[in-house]
């Protein structure tokens, strides 16, 4: 489980990235979609990862330091979000790629999708993207809490078949609210860092 987890700094682009040998797992996903308070859920810290009323506030890759080195977390900027401006996109979309691309450190993906709904034609070209550059992702399901019984397969289903979901990345049902499943996701995340080639 996670025990420690600090805030190190931010980074608007490769020169603040950190130069050492840490393994990293960044944190993408929509700007509503809950990540922050996923981040915090995972934690077990209130205030670790800030959230915002205002989706999109996030312009920067902020990294943290989990159980005393043992890997970093990487909060991604949320993206698709609609009041951002075409310049603040082109900057975030060269940011990103620029490091999921050529980040040594990064040995996988945590996307986080909104269980309610439909991926979004964002979802779609982070995901494939993702895979593209031969990343393990790690998809988390959000806001299982705000769904009826019977409609949490279906959801799942419908998700899977629009990314064309690879069944060698890993699909986790989580409630930030009432935990479900969290408990889970440092076990996944684990088996991440230990399948490191």
């Known amino acids: 489980m996670i025990k420690t987890a600090t805030f190190i700094k931010s980074a608007a682009d490769k020169s603040g990235w950190i130069d050492d040998g840490v393994d990293e797992i960044c944190f993408v996903g929509r700007s509503n979609v809950g990540k922050s308070t996923f981040i915090n859920a995972i934690t077990n810290q209130n205030k670790l990862a800030k959230t915002s009323s205002a989706p999109g506030k996030t312009r920067l890759l902020n990294f943290f330091n989990i159980n005393n080195g043992?890997?970093?977390?990487?909060?991604?900027?949320?993206?698709?979000?609609?009041?951002?401006?075409?310049?603040?996109?082109?900057?975030?979309?060269?940011?990103?790629?620029?490091?999921?691309?050529?980040r040594n450190n990064l040995i996988g993906v945590c996307m986080l999708v909104d269980m309610r709904h439909d991926p979004t034609a964002d979802d779609l070209q982070m995901y494939n993207f993702l895979k593209e550059v031969d990343l393990k992702v790690l998809m988390i399901g959000t806001k299982l809490d705000k769904l009826k019984k019977n409609d949490i397969q279906k959801n799942e289903k419908s998700i899977k078949k629009i990314l064309n979901f690879d069944e060698n990345d890993t699909f986790l049902k989580v409630s930030n609210t009432n935990k479900t499943n969290i408990n889970l996701v440092y076990n996944v995340l684990v088996e991440l860092l230990d399948g490191r080639e």
């Open 70 to 102: 043992q890997f970093r977390i990487v909060d991604a900027p949320g993206y698709g979000y609609a009041k951002v401006n075409l310049a603040q996109k082109m900057a975030f979309g060269e940011m990103m790629d620029d490091y999921l691309t050529n």
